[in-house]
């Protein structure tokens, strides 16, 4: 972190939370809790063991980067060798052969372990491809997924996609080096994060950045046990990442995502301005520098999101949660229409379902559970009198019926948790705003003037 993004942080969020917590009236009461089973959804239950991944970066000498690029080389041909027979057999409507024969030719190649983990790694993607294919035929096909395609090849513009795939007990870590097959002994340069049993590890050639690239899978069992048994419950939204509230709390705490927004659309303007130059120059429609642009606002756009999920998820913990509820929002995207700028936001930058992910692999590592439930009309309903009859306009929320005004996302995250039978007593329904400033999320200077309207119990 820089120093000058350092002097910009204002308040650490636990500090908040301590705050918001403080403030809560000695009144405060809740209904019996539903059952957990009345969730519509589970997201993800506390398991005993969790896949991750290390990541880290090989440094090899000349003569070892060229031995790795001959091996990816014969991995790529043996894929494409494999992905074939299996294309021809399904076009011919025969059974798929499980287990050819043509990788014995590559054995001496590649080595046997590291021939058996391509083959299986293809009959993985087809078996993958053909449950797909059942799901389509019910007509149970997610919305996400227009059509079902079988597994491409590792070729790409006449060049093979370099990579390699080594079983579990044909290669080692130890003191800072990767000991592979063919007595290559590689140093790396990064930490492995997790430790536990080894997996799978696959090596990549990065064309853009020409560095080659390590994945490491590893499972490990969570450490950490919560240290409560309260539900936290998060609203996720575009123009808010999440807003986030605990019955506890007087005001509900919003991630305002204006900032990220704003540095989505500069990269996706340059996007645009780089696309219109290669049309106009050469009349091609990608480079590496294109790539590279894409490259650069996924990960800044990930890194915020990542940074949230584990500020706020750690300050959780401190507060003893041990479920977080989200919104489901499978189907949100249908029918939408908002406009050029709106659809961009709603289809391009709102990965909900990143974020809700990154939300699970994060409380998993501290034993909290992720539970979902459906978010319908919970931005349109009256938390205090319940009518539907509201008007919205921007973020704020007005009942027509009863005259509560109030932010959408807190109204949301309000009905939320009144569906899981969770009451709070007069709770503030406008919220503390953070703000990411590039390294993390923090409290805002200048709150909202709007007179605040308070929830009657």
Same mark, same amino acid.
């Given at each position: 972190?820089?120093?000058?993004?350092?002097?910009?942080?204002?308040?650490?969020?636990?500090?908040?939370?301590?705050?918001?917590?403080?403030?809560?009236?000695?009144?405060?009461?809740?209904?019996?809790?539903?059952?957990?089973?009345?969730?519509?959804?589970?997201?993800?239950?506390?398991?005993?063991?969790?896949?991750?991944?290390?990541?880290?970066?090989?440094?090899?000498?000349?003569?070892?980067?060229?031995?790795?690029?001959?091996?990816?080389?014969?991995?790529?041909?043996?894929?494409?060798?494999?992905?074939?027979?299996?294309?021809?057999?399904?076009?011919?409507?025969?059974?798929?052969?499980?287990?050819?024969?043509?990788?014995?030719?590559?054995?001496?190649?590649?080595?046997?372990?590291?021939?058996?983990?391509?083959?299986?790694?293809?009959?993985?993607?087809?078996?993958?491809?053909?449950?797909?294919?059942?799901?389509?035929?019910?007509?149970?096909?997610?919305?996400?997924?227009?059509?079902?395609?079988?597994?491409?090849?590792?070729?790409?513009?006449?060049?093979?996609?370099?990579?390699?795939?080594?079983?579990?007990?044909?290669?080692?870590?130890?003191?800072?080096?990767?000991?592979?097959?063919?007595?290559?002994?590689?140093?790396?340069?990064?930490?492995?994060?997790?430790?536990?049993?080894?997996?799978?590890?696959?090596?990549?050639?990065?064309?853009?950045?020409?560095?080659?690239?390590?994945?490491?899978?590893?499972?490990?069992?969570?450490?950490?046990?919560?240290?409560?048994?309260?539900?936290?419950?998060?609203?996720?939204?575009?123009?808010?990442?999440?807003?986030?509230?605990?019955?506890?709390?007087?005001?509900?705490?919003?991630?305002?995502?204006?900032?990220?927004?704003?540095?989505?659309?500069?990269?996706?303007?340059?996007?645009? #301005?780089?696309?219109?130059?290669? &049309? +106009?120059?050469?009349? /091609?429609?990608?480079? =590496?520098? *294109?790539? @590279?642009?894409?490259?650069?606002?996924? #990960?800044?756009?990930?890194?915020? &999101? +990542?940074?949230?999920? /584990?500020?706020?998820? =750690?300050? *959780?913990? @401190?507060?003893?949660?041990?479920?977080?509820?989200?919104?489901?929002?499978?189907?949100?995207?249908?029918?939408?229409?908002?406009?050029?700028?709106?659809?961009?936001?709603?289809?391009?930058?709102?990965?909900?379902?990143?974020?809700?992910?990154?939300?699970?692999?994060?409380?998993?590592?501290?034993?909290?559970?992720?539970?979902?439930?459906?978010?319908?009309?919970?931005?349109?309903?009256?938390?205090?009198?319940?009518?539907?009859?509201?008007?919205?306009?921007?973020?704020?929320?007005?009942?027509?019926?009863?005259?509560?005004?109030?932010?959408?996302?807190?109204?949301?995250?309000?009905?939320?948790?009144?569906?899981?039978?969770?009451?709070?007593?007069?709770?503030?329904?406008?919220?503390?705003?953070?703000?990411?400033?590039?390294?993390?999320?923090?409290?805002?200077?200048?709150?909202?003037?709007?007179?605040?309207?308070?929830?009657?119990?």
């Amino acid at each position: 972190m820089t120093r000058r993004c350092a002097s910009k942080m204002l308040l650490p969020l636990a500090e908040v939370l301590d705050h918001i917590t403080a403030s809560a009236s000695s009144c405060l009461q809740t209904w019996s809790k539903r059952a957990l089973s009345s969730f519509k959804g589970v997201y993800s239950e506390a398991e005993q063991e969790m896949k991750r991944s290390n990541l880290f970066q090989l440094a090899p000498t000349a003569d070892q980067h060229h031995t790795l690029r001959e091996l990816g080389v014969n991995c790529a041909k043996l894929w494409n060798e494999v992905n074939y027979l299996h294309h021809q057999q399904y076009g011919n409507y025969l059974r798929l052969d499980w287990n050819p024969q043509l990788y014995k030719k590559y054995v001496p190649l590649v080595g046997s372990a590291t021939a058996q983990q391509v083959v299986r790694k293809n009959n993985e993607a087809w078996r993958s491809f053909l449950a797909l294919k059942r799901i389509q035929k019910r007509g149970q096909l997610p919305p996400t997924l227009k059509r079902v395609v079988p597994p491409g090849y590792w070729k790409r513009d006449g060049r093979y996609l370099l990579r390699m795939l080594f079983r579990c007990d044909s290669y080692h870590i130890r003191q800072g080096r990767v000991n592979l097959p063919h007595d290559l002994s590689i140093p790396f340069k990064g930490e492995l994060k997790w430790a536990g049993k080894q997996g799978r590890l696959e090596v990549v050639w990065d064309s853009l950045s020409k560095k080659w690239r390590v994945f490491q899978s590893v499972q490990v069992k969570p450490i950490i046990t919560p240290l409560g048994s309260k539900t936290c419950y998060i609203d996720l939204g575009v123009r808010n990442l999440a807003t986030v509230w605990l019955t506890e709390w007087r005001q509900p705490i919003a991630y305002q995502s204006g900032r990220l927004l704003a540095d989505w659309w500069y990269w996706t303007n340059r996007i645009a #301005r780089h696309q219109q130059r290669l &049309v +106009a120059l050469n009349g /091609r429609k990608k480079s =590496k520098q *294109l790539s @590279r642009l894409y490259r650069i606002r996924k #990960r800044r756009f990930r890194h915020a &999101v +990542a940074t949230f999920a /584990r500020q706020l998820v =750690k300050d *959780l913990y @401190r507060q003893g949660m041990s479920t977080i509820v989200i919104g489901e929002l499978t189907g949100i995207r249908e029918n939408s229409q908002h406009g050029r700028q709106g659809n961009a936001m709603v289809h391009n930058y709102w990965s909900h379902k990143y974020v809700a992910d990154r939300l699970r692999w994060t409380a998993e590592e501290y034993g909290i559970r992720i539970r979902t439930i459906s978010e319908a009309y919970t931005s349109q309903t009256c938390p205090r009198c319940g009518s539907r009859n509201t008007e919205r306009i921007l973020r704020r929320f007005k009942c027509l019926n009863c005259g509560l005004e109030a932010h959408r996302d807190a109204v949301g995250v309000v009905n939320m948790a009144a569906r899981c039978g969770e009451y709070a007593v007069r709770p503030m329904v406008w919220p503390m705003l953070l703000h990411w400033d590039g390294c993390g999320w923090n409290r805002n200077n200048g709150m909202p003037t709007l007179e605040r309207i308070i929830v009657e119990a």
